[in-house]
């Protein structure tokens, strides 16, 4: 088997890139922290605040076979530049309406679905992307430096939002979000990225439109230890679903958005750490432990979170579980460029993301019902539980919201410990070849590593079928 090289001068296109996107996604968390306050002040409702997610959501999983299977037709580059144009066109128009008096909630759902549809495209190209120009050492740093946006995005942007949410209106920041899709677009037209070579699984999966995204399906599960860790990751994707749509409405119960921006960035602040020990670390050498406890970990910190109605101990606990969330998040990042034939890593992402998220729109349609009509009626003032739980975790206003957190956060440390306790899970590294060659400097020991590597390749550990 052929191993895919990094290209030179890899890692300086890839840090323009990673520029340009950073921006863009701190634009991004501008106006998401944004609208959903402005949607919750609107409407008051819990259920109407996670339908706008659930509208992000759903064009994602439905687009994104499709969208893989033509990423890996098109030049990444070009694939990248569509979706930040198309969602940045998609943000123009709710400033448009938005200043001309006439943007209704029914827009926001419908632009976030467009923007939604294009941003599916971004995933998958920007992965794929990295794993041809970061060398399979540095794929670890890599993945963390992608997610420095995310934490940076997450720090700043509550803060800066809730300013200017205030001082200036959402008219200001959608503005921003605007301009900042513009600026990575404008950082992508100056690098080059380069095709990947062609494999066996690339000759394999050609065919229709149709054919090609379905081979992404069916290179997953033909690996039963990458279709495992997608199950697992589809369930604590489950439970971290009613994060979205509960921790907003329950913090502006307890405090001002202002206040509520400063602790969202202070939660931030915990991932922004994580992504850059996870930068400069690389995670584990066994990506499944990089997984498994730091998943295990982020369960616990959740049943802190919904313990008492304490904007403290929520800004802690938060803290806490977005530190190990980078280093989760990378390991299993590396662990699957390194595990995936590059020219398929378009639609095995997609589907990859496809299958890992599928269970977030039920957590999001479900969250709101749970907790209005069965876990805060509980937890009210002469509720069922109120004699029982609520001596432990209190009654009143987001008492219901807080058991449901502890409940999840229960069902993500136990699905933690069951996966390692399942083998070709645990094992995937062993059983999976790499498909990422070692950076060799020296031209002797790179003949000696292609001679050994032609003898092993009739030893590698077949594919898991059973």
């Known amino acids: 088997m052929q191993k895919q090289k990094a290209a030179p001068g890899g890692m300086r296109i890839f840090s323009v890139i990673w520029f340009g996107q950073l921006i863009s996604t701190i634009g991004s968390g501008l106006t998401g922290f944004a609208m959903g306050v402005w949607i919750y002040e609107k409407t008051g409702s819990t259920t109407l605040f996670a339908m706008n997610i659930l509208a992000y959501t759903l064009p994602t999983l439905l687009v994104s076979p499709f969208a893989g299977a033509l990423v890996d037709r098109w030049d990444r580059r070009w694939a990248m530049i569509i979706s930040d144009t198309g969602a940045g066109l998609s943000t123009l128009v709710i400033w448009l309406l938005y200043s001309s008096g006439n943007l209704d909630i029914w827009h926001i759902y419908v632009a976030t679905a467009f923007i939604a549809a294009f941003s599916t495209f971004q995933w998958p190209a920007y992965s794929a992307a990295t794993t041809l120009l970061v060398p ?26 809730g300013a200017l949410f205030v001082s200036a209106g959402l008219n200001s920041i959608i503005l921003i979000d605007f301009i900042t899709f513009g600026f990575a677009v404008f950082t992508l037209l100056f690098v080059q990225v380069p095709k990947p070579e062609v494999t066996e699984e690339g000759k394999e999966g050609k065919g229709s439109l149709i054919q090609e995204a379905a081979f992404g399906w069916k290179y997953i599960t033909a690996r039963r230890g990458l279709l495992s860790l997608l199950l697992y990751f589809a369930a604590i994707n489950f ?12 913090m502006l119960d307890l405090a001002e958005p202002d206040t509520m921006g400063l602790v969202f960035s202070i939660v931030g602040l915990g991932m922004l750490f994580g992504t850059l020990i996870m930068s400069a670390w690389g995670g584990p050498k066994r990506r499944i432990l990089g997984i498994l406890i730091p998943g295990a970990l982020m369960g616990l910190s959740t049943i802190f979170m919904g313990f008492r109605p304490s904007i403290v101990l929520i800004g802690a606990s938060g803290f806490i579980m977005m530190l190990f969330m980078p280093v989760l998040n990378g390991s299993s990042q590396a662990l699957w460029q390194s595990k995936t034939a590059p020219d398929v890593q378009g639609r095995v992402f997609s589907v990859r993301r496809m299958i890992a998220q599928f269970t977030q729109p039920f957590s999001l349609v479900l ?31 987001s008492r219901g919201t807080g058991l449901l957190l502890i409940l999840m956060g229960i069902f993500v440390f136990v699905m933690s410990f069951a996966a390692y306790l399942y083998p070709r899970l645990r094992l995937v590294e062993e059983e999976l070849p790499d498909h990422l060659a070692d950076e060799i400097d020296d031209a002797d020991q790179a003949e000696k590593f292609e001679e050994r590597d032609s003898e092993l390749e009739f030893k590698e550990v077949p594919v898991s079928t059973d």
């Open 136 to 161: 399979k050492k540095n794929l670890g740093r890599a993945s963390g430096m992608v997610q420095i946006g995310e934490a940076v995005s997450q720090l700043i942007s509550p803060v800066v939002a």
């Open 239 to 250: 439970a971290s679903g009613f994060f979205g749509p509960l921790l907003v409405p329950m």
């Open 367 to 397: 969250a709101g019902p749970l907790v209005d009509q069965v876990f805060q009626p509980l937890m009210d003032e002469g509720g069922r539980l109120a004699p029982t739980v609520g001596r432990i975790i209190g009654v009143g206003p």
